[in-house]
């Protein structure tokens, strides 16, 4: 089932500037789709547009089925959750946990429900030991797993994270990265739209959208995006580390294969 | 200029119920002319030990020395500390968000001006920092707000580096930057350091240590738990710090373990070890 369709969208901040371009995208239930593409392609926009912070000039938005207009906007609001790149700009509460249960008084949960949902949410991030804390004695990265709390809380079908993990340190962000595939395989149905820059994170989803000047160019699975080296080069994306490596070491004359891993490789070169 | 730093300590809020102690006896010194990172996870003490090198923070005990400048606990004794913020100058984390003039030049320009240079002067050196930086003059009269996420951080390193500082600190510089705008950065970073600034890094990106930095500085708990050469490190049990050992290195340790030898300290790229390789064969 489609869960996001996306049809001729057009965006323009500026007048005859647009910064979408007629932009067509399908995205299905339960699918994790990273969109990639060089800061100002239009990526943040699309992310906002499809939580309706934005209108588009031209186009339409289906989410589950609800066409995105200020009719159907909040009914939609409750489907799709966003975590934005910058921490600070999304804490609301006083504390850890007013900040987490601020979405949920939004929704009317009655508070019992809120007692037992605000720690269990916390933990989930890593954060159950600083629920009574000011966001001014958090760090970045802790601002951003109570964000990313924030989103999951409320339970949504779909969930946007606009570079959400590129300001966590290494460990934080594996958190995150682990978090978002215990909700997936917990809900199967949670479709996930990444926004990243780290090729290593695209890897693991199961569609690369490649965006250029707002447009969609490319959109295949991440081994197809690899071994288009025209379009690596040309659009200035990085290689996964494994991918590089296979590569250079296959122009040694080393057999290398598409499933070998770093052991193997390792056995090969040692031979 | 070389940056010493003798037993600093730093507790947040001091004497309230809320006190956290950042920084714990740190002694520690910054090489001169080499490129230095500076890593740790989340709240490990990096970012409160940058402020307290130019005295935005003022130790709680312990002193930092920066060339001839020294920053102490007594705020009477630091008097030329405008001066030090002009030597050892800092790039926050996200700069381009502290953007605010009308046009790019002004911006850039703005912080020559807070140290008396005449505004014709200043609009001036402006354009040779924003030269300096790789920024096209068509952007010289047009908003800062109008350029990309990666010229608008430009911009905003041309703001420090137009105050021609001896020791350049960079918090998170790539940080939401992509692939090529991360590139472009860390470029000018090697040049910068070539033309003699001392450079200090704060990152969690491990390839910046190993493909950049001549010295790296590991902070946990708000102490120094390593300091020495990348290779040195990441050859070392780091585990416990929370650090992410490079792909890079994770193989060169499952060659290693299959009894290749390899000169570790030449390895900062798969190329340098393709290279070897390349010998062995």
């Given at each position: 089932m489609k869960c996001v369709s996306i049809k001729n969208l057009t965006y323009a901040y500026i007048k005859d500037r647009p910064v979408i371009k007629d932009l067509s995208l399908d995205i299905e239930e339960g699918e994790y789709v990273s969109l990639v593409g060089?800061?100002?392609?239009g990526k943040s926009t699309l992310a906002k547009l499809l939580v309706g912070l934005l209108f588009a000039n031209q186009g339409s938005i289906e989410i589950c089925g609800l066409e995105l207009n200020s009719k159907n906007i909040n009914e939609i609001r409750k489907k799709v959750a966003i975590v934005f790149q910058n921490p600070d700009n999304q804490f609301i509460g006083a504390t850890v946990e007013d900040d987490i249960a601020f979405s949920l008084e939004n929704m009317c949960v009655p508070r019992e429900e809120m007692l037992t949902l605000v720690p269990e949410y916390a933990k989930k991030v890593g954060m159950e030991q600083f629920l009574?804390?000011?966001?001014?004695?958090?760090?970045g990265g802790q601002k951003q797993r109570v964000a990313v709390a924030d989103a999951l809380i409320r339970n949504p079908e779909i969930l946007i994270l606009d570079?959400?993990?590129?300001?966590?340190d290494p460990a934080g962000k594996q958190d995150i990265l682990n978090l978002v595939k215990k909700m997936r395989s917990e809900n199967p149905n949670l479709t996930i739209i990444s926004i990243t820059h780290d090729i290593n994170e695209a890897y693991d989803s199961d569609r690369i959208v490649l965006m250029h000047e707002g447009v969609n160019v490319l959109s295949c699975t991440p081994v197809e995006l690899f071994e288009k080296t025209d379009i690596i080069s040309k659009y200035n994306l990085d290689l996964p580390f494994v991918i590089e490596l296979k590569t250079k070491i296959k122009k040694l004359g080393i057999d290398v294969k598409e499933s070998d891993s770093l052991e193997t490789i390792g056995v090969k070169l040692c031979k | 200029m070389q940056i010493k730093i003798n037993s600093l300590s730093y507790t947040y809020l001091a004497k309230t119920p809320n006190e956290v102690e950042a920084l714990h006896d740190v002694s520690l010194e910054i090489p001169e002319g080499k490129i230095t990172s500076i890593i740790g996870h989340t709240g490990s003490g990096k970012s409160t030990l940058i402020q307290t090198l130019n005295g935005l923070l003022l130790p709680t005990s312990g002193e930092v020395h920066v060339g001839d400048y020294v920053v102490t606990s007594k705020k009477k004794k630091n008097k030329k500390i405008k001066e030090l913020r002009k030597s050892l100058a800092i790039v926050f984390?996200?700069?381009?968000?502290q953007l605010f003039e009308e046009t790019v030049e002004k911006d850039v320009a703005f912080g020559l001006k807070n140290y008396g240079v005449k505004e014709a002067e200043a609009i001036k050196q402006a354009h040779k920092a924003l030269e300096e930086v790789g920024i096209d003059k068509s952007f010289y009269k047009r908003s800062p707000f109008e350029l990309s996420g990666g010229e608008k951080r430009r911009v905003a390193i041309a703001g420090i580096i137009a105050l021609n500082p001896d020791i350049l600190v960079l918090d998170e510089p790539t940080a939401g930057l992509d692939p090529l705008g991360s590139k472009i950065i860390l470029r000018l970073i090697e040049k910068f350091n070539k033309e003699g600034k001392t450079i200090i890094i704060v990152t969690h990106d491990m390839n910046i240590v190993l493909n950049y930095s001549d010295h790296v500085v590991v902070m946990n708990d708000g102490k120094v738990a390593f300091e020495g050469t990348p290779s040195t490190l990441f050859n070392g049990d780091i585990s416990k710090y929370s650090i992410d050992v490079p792909e890079l290195f994770k193989f060169v340790k499952i060659l290693e373990v299959k009894g290749m030898k390899l000169d570790l300290s030449k390895i900062r790229t798969i190329d340098d070890l393709i290279t070897q390789l390349k010998e062995k064969r």
């Amino acid at each position: 089932m489609k869960c996001v369709s996306i049809k001729n969208l057009t965006y323009a901040y500026i007048k005859d500037r647009p910064v979408i371009k007629d932009l067509s995208l399908d995205i299905e239930e339960g699918e994790y789709v990273s969109l990639v593409g060089h800061n100002g392609c239009g990526k943040s926009t699309l992310a906002k547009l499809l939580v309706g912070l934005l209108f588009a000039n031209q186009g339409s938005i289906e989410i589950c089925g609800l066409e995105l207009n200020s009719k159907n906007i909040n009914e939609i609001r409750k489907k799709v959750a966003i975590v934005f790149q910058n921490p600070d700009n999304q804490f609301i509460g006083a504390t850890v946990e007013d900040d987490i249960a601020f979405s949920l008084e939004n929704m009317c949960v009655p508070r019992e429900e809120m007692l037992t949902l605000v720690p269990e949410y916390a933990k989930k991030v890593g954060m159950e030991q600083f629920l009574t804390k000011e966001p001014g004695y958090l760090s970045g990265g802790q601002k951003q797993r109570v964000a990313v709390a924030d989103a999951l809380i409320r339970n949504p079908e779909i969930l946007i994270l606009d570079e959400a993990t590129s300001m966590l340190d290494p460990a934080g962000k594996q958190d995150i990265l682990n978090l978002v595939k215990k909700m997936r395989s917990e809900n199967p149905n949670l479709t996930i739209i990444s926004i990243t820059h780290d090729i290593n994170e695209a890897y693991d989803s199961d569609r690369i959208v490649l965006m250029h000047e707002g447009v969609n160019v490319l959109s295949c699975t991440p081994v197809e995006l690899f071994e288009k080296t025209d379009i690596i080069s040309k659009y200035n994306l990085d290689l996964p580390f494994v991918i590089e490596l296979k590569t250079k070491i296959k122009k040694l004359g080393i057999d290398v294969k598409e499933s070998d891993s770093l052991e193997t490789i390792g056995v090969k070169l040692c031979k | 200029m070389q940056i010493k730093i003798n037993s600093l300590s730093y507790t947040y809020l001091a004497k309230t119920p809320n006190e956290v102690e950042a920084l714990h006896d740190v002694s520690l010194e910054i090489p001169e002319g080499k490129i230095t990172s500076i890593i740790g996870h989340t709240g490990s003490g990096k970012s409160t030990l940058i402020q307290t090198l130019n005295g935005l923070l003022l130790p709680t005990s312990g002193e930092v020395h920066v060339g001839d400048y020294v920053v102490t606990s007594k705020k009477k004794k630091n008097k030329k500390i405008k001066e030090l913020r002009k030597s050892l100058a800092i790039v926050f984390q996200f700069p381009e968000y502290q953007l605010f003039e009308e046009t790019v030049e002004k911006d850039v320009a703005f912080g020559l001006k807070n140290y008396g240079v005449k505004e014709a002067e200043a609009i001036k050196q402006a354009h040779k920092a924003l030269e300096e930086v790789g920024i096209d003059k068509s952007f010289y009269k047009r908003s800062p707000f109008e350029l990309s996420g990666g010229e608008k951080r430009r911009v905003a390193i041309a703001g420090i580096i137009a105050l021609n500082p001896d020791i350049l600190v960079l918090d998170e510089p790539t940080a939401g930057l992509d692939p090529l705008g991360s590139k472009i950065i860390l470029r000018l970073i090697e040049k910068f350091n070539k033309e003699g600034k001392t450079i200090i890094i704060v990152t969690h990106d491990m390839n910046i240590v190993l493909n950049y930095s001549d010295h790296v500085v590991v902070m946990n708990d708000g102490k120094v738990a390593f300091e020495g050469t990348p290779s040195t490190l990441f050859n070392g049990d780091i585990s416990k710090y929370s650090i992410d050992v490079p792909e890079l290195f994770k193989f060169v340790k499952i060659l290693e373990v299959k009894g290749m030898k390899l000169d570790l300290s030449k390895i900062r790229t798969i190329d340098d070890l393709i290279t070897q390789l390349k010998e062995k064969r």
